[in-house]
C-alpha cells in the first residue's frame, strides 16, 4: 500500500517507528507550535470557561430541531441539550452529519445510529467516517469523565472496534487528518535510557485539543511564574524570616520558608492540616502581599474567610467564582489578577482546564501554593493536576506534619495507609452499624439520619450528611434519597418533582456541584437557597440538573464537610469502591461517622489493595522537560 496516500496508513506507520525507536518523533510528526495569544485574550482562553452562571437559560433551540429529531425518532426534549452542544446552526450540522448527534449529552452511539439511519436510509453504515469521526470524539469525551486527557491510538482504536467501526485504525487516521482529534509525542519515561547518539523513546497519544492544551498551557505557565520569580534579599528577606519564625507550628514554618524562596509550592495533608495555608496567607498579608485563598466549594470558602478573620476574609473566594469573575480582585488590562500569591485549597480537584486558567491568570513573578490531600480521590474533571506535580518532582514539596486528631483521624489515617482497623471511640466518635442485606441497609441509614444521630449527638437531621457509592442499585443515590425523603420530607413534589425543604444536588454543567435547599418557586422558577445564598432555576433547567441531595456520591462530596456522615458502601465492591473512595467518604465526618456495613470482606480488600484509577495525562512528562529552576523537597 502506498502510505503516502493513505494517511491512515502513514499514522500506523508513524506510531509503531516512534513506540519502538526505530525514527524519531520529528521525522513524522510535526505539528506547528500554535501561535502566541496577545496578554489581552488570555482571560478569554478556551482553556478557562467561565461557570455558568445559577439561573442562566438553556441555550436557544433553533426552530427547525424539534421537528428534524423528531423525523429521525428523537425524542423532541433532546433539543436543548443538541443546541447547547451544537450551537445555533445544531440543524444544519445534524443534516450534514446525523451522527453529531452524539455531542449532545447523554446519548449513546447505538441512538446515533437510530438517528442517523432514520435521516439517511441506506446510506448510513458503520463504515462512514462520519460516524468514525463522531465515535472518535464521543470515545475521548467518556474518557475524560473518567480523568483522561489523552488515550493511546491503540486504545482509541479498540473502543472503536468495540462499536462496530470495521477499520479503527484507519478511523483514528482520518480524524487526525482531519483536525478532530491531536497527536502528541512525548519522551516514555518507563523506557531505558537511550545509547549514546540514540534517540530517546517516544509515547504517542491522541486526544481532544481542549485538554491536550489546557496541559500544554498549564506546564508552560507553571514555568513561566518560575522563571520571573524573584527570591526575596534584604530587609524582605528578613521578614519572611520572621514569619515563618511566629508560626504556629513546624509545618506551617516550613510552608513559609518554602514559599518565601520558590514561585511554585505543593503543600500536602489532612484535614487539620489546612490551617498551615492559613498561617501562610496571615504572614504573606502581613508583610504587603497581595494575596487570594481558592476553595472548590461555598463551603469551603466560608470556613477560609471564618479561619482568615473579619479583616481579610474577602481574600476566600471558589475557584468557580475567581475565574467567573464573580469573586476576587478584578483582572487588569492584560486578564491578569492584582495578586502576589495564589493558595488553592483541596488541590486534587484541580483539573487540567481550570488549572490552566488560574495559572495564565496570575502575573509574573506570583507565588502559587497547591495545597491537598494526594489520597483523596481526583478532580472530577480530566486531568490530575496535583499527583502529576508531586510525580514530576519539579517544585519543593511540604508534607504537613499536623496529624487528623481523634477516632476519626486515626481511622481515616489507617485507611489511608490500606488499613480498616477499629479505632477506640469513647464518645462514639465512629460506629459500625451491620445489616444483612440492601432493604436493612436502607432502614438503618434513614433511622440513623431522622433519629439516632440527632438524638445523641444534638444536631438536626440537616446536618448529616449520607454518601454512598454510585446512583443507581439498591444502595444507590436513588434508593437512599426516595427513602430519607419520605421520612424527612414526605410531599408531591408539586414542583417539578421537588418540594419546598428538599435538599438537593444541582449540577449546572459537568463536574460542577452544589448542594442547597428547595425554597419556593415562582415564574422564574425553582428558588434554591445554600451558604452562599438565594439563586433561581430555571424551569426548562430543572429536570436536567437537579438531583435530590440527603444522599450523594463520594464523588460529590469531596470538599465538603457535616458535622455527621453515614456512609452506605454496597454489600459487594464490583470495581466501585477503592481505598481513595474510603478515604474520601469517611474523611467527610467533623464529628461522627456511622457506616451501614453488609457482611462479607468487599469494604476491608478495597482499603487493602492499591489504589485504583490511574489517570492517562502527559502533564508530568510536560514538567519533567522543562529545565528546573527551583529545587524539589
Not at 462520519?130 to 479498540?158: C, F, I, Y
Not at 434508593?479 to 418540594?499: H, I, Q, S, T
Not at 444522599?551 to 457535616?562: D, F, K
Amino acid at each position: 500500500m502506498d502510505h503516502a496516500a493513505d494517511p491512515a496508513a502513514a499514522l500506523r506507520a508513524a506510531v509503531r517507528a516512534v513506540e519502538s525507536g526505530e525514527r524519531p518523533a520529528a521525522s513524522f510528526f510535526n505539528r506547528p507550535a500554535p501561535p502566541p495569544r496577545p496578554p489581552a485574550a488570555r482571560a478569554q482562553s478556551p482553556a478557562a470557561p467561565a461557570a455558568p452562571p445559577a439561573g442562566g437559560g438553556p441555550a436557544a433551540v433553533p426552530p427547525g430541531l424539534p421537528a428534524l429529531l423528531a423525523a429521525g425518532g428523537a425524542p423532541e426534549a433532546l433539543a436543548a441539550g443538541v443546541a447547547a452542544a451544537l450551537g445555533e446552526s445544531a440543524e444544519q450540522e445534524l443534516r450534514a452529519d446525523p451522527w453529531r448527534l452524539l455531542a449532545a449529552p447523554g446519548v449513546q452511539p447505538h441512538q446515533a445510529d437510530e438517528f442517523a439511519r432514520a435521516l439517511l436510509g441506506a446510506e448510513a453504515g458503520p463504515a462512514d467516517e462520519r460516524r468514525g469521526q463522531a465515535l472518535v470524539g464521543w470515545l475521548l469525551e467518556r474518557a475524560a469523565l473518567v480523568g483522561h486527557t489523552v488515550l493511546t491510538p491503540g486504545a482509541l482504536a479498540d473502543g472503536l472496534a468495540e462499536h462496530g467501526v470495521p477499520a479503527p485504525d484507519e478511523a483514528v487516521g482520518a480524524a487526525v487528518e482531519a483536525g478532530a482529534l491531536l497527536l502528541f509525542q512525548d519522551r516514555d519515561e518507563d523506557a531505558p535510557e537511550p545509547a549514546e547518539g540514540e534517540a530517546p523513546a517516544v509515547r504517542v497519544s491522541v486526544g481532544l485539543d481542549r485538554y491536550g492544551l489546557a496541559e500544554e498551557s498549564l506546564a508552560d505557565g507553571l514555568a513561566r511564574l518560575r522563571g520571573t520569580f524573584e527570591p526575596p534579599a534584604g530587609p524582605a528577606a528578613a521578614g519572611w524570616a520572621e514569619a515563618g519564625a511566629a508560626a504556629p507550628g513546624p509545618s506551617a514554618a516550613e510552608l513559609i520558608a518554602a514559599v518565601a524562596a520558590s514561585a511554585v509550592v505543593v503543600h500536602t495533608g489532612g484535614e487539620t492540616a489546612k490551617a498551615e495555608p492559613v498561617a501562610l496567607a496571615a504572614a504573606a498579608g502581613a508583610l504587603g502581599l497581595r494575596v487570594c485563598l481558592a476553595a472548590h466549594q461555598a463551603d469551603g470558602r466560608r470556613r477560609l474567610a471564618a479561619a482568615l478573620g473579619a479583616e481579610a476574609a474577602e481574600a476566600a473566594v471558589t475557584v468557580a467564582g475567581l475565574l467567573a469573575g464573580r469573586e476576587g480582585p478584578a483582572r487588569d488590562a492584560e486578564g491578569l489578577w492584582p495578586v502576589d500569591l495564589l493558595v488553592v485549597m483541596d488541590a486534587g480537584l484541580l483539573g487540567a482546564e481550570p488549572a490552566a486558567a488560574l495559572v495564565e491568570s496570575l502575573p509574573d513573578g506570583c507565588r502559587l501554593v497547591l495545597s491537598g490531600d494526594p489520597l483523596l480521590l481526583g478532580s472530577a474533571g480530566p486531568g490530575q493536576v496535583l499527583a502529576d506535580l508531586l510525580a514530576s518532582g519539579g517544585c519543593p514539596r511540604v508534607v504537613s506534619r499536623t496529624p487528623d486528631p481523634g477516632p476519626l483521624g486515626e481511622l481515616v489515617s489507617g485507611v489511608g495507609v490500606g488499613e480498616l482497623s477499629q479505632v477506640a471511640a469513647p464518645e462514639r466518635e465512629v460506629v459500625i452499624v451491620p445489616v444483612g442485606d440492601p432493604g436493612e441497609a436502607v432502614h438503618r441509614a434513614v433511622q440513623l439520619v431522622a433519629e439516632s444521630i440527632p438524638r445523641a449527638f444534638g444536631t438536626s437531621a440537616d446536618e448529616v450528611q449520607v454518601i454512598t457509592a454510585s446512583h443507581g442499585g439498591p444502595l444507590g443515590t436513588r434508593a437512599l434519597n426516595a427513602a430519607v425523603k419520605e421520612r424527612l420530607n414526605a410531599g408531591p413534589g408539586r414542583f417539578a418533582g421537588f418540594d419546598p425543604g428538599d435538599r438537593v444536588a444541582y449540577s449546572p454543567a459537568p463536574n460542577h456541584t452544589r448542594l442547597a435547599t428547595v425554597v419556593e418557586a415562582d415564574a422564574e422558577g425553582l428558588w434554591l437557597a445554600d451558604g452562599a445564598g438565594r439563586f433561581a432555576v430555571p424551569k426548562d433547567a430543572v429536570a436536567g440538573t437537579l438531583r435530590p441531595g440527603w444522599a450523594i456520591t463520594a464523588h460529590q462530596a469531596a470538599g465538603l464537610r457535616w458535622p455527621a456522615v453515614v456512609v452506605v458502601p454496597p454489600g459487594e465492591a464490583g470495581g466501585v469502591l477503592d481505598r481513595r473512595w474510603v478515604y474520601t467518604a469517611f474523611g467527610r465526618a467533623e464529628r461522627h461517622l456511622s457506616v451501614v456495613r453488609g457482611p462479607g470482606p468487599a469494604l476491608a480488600d478495597a482499603v487493602a489493595a492499591p489504589p485504583r484509577g490511574e489517570r492517562a495525562t502527559r502533564l508530568r512528562t510536560l514538567l519533567r522537560e522543562q529545565p528546573r529552576s527551583d529545587t524539589a523537597g
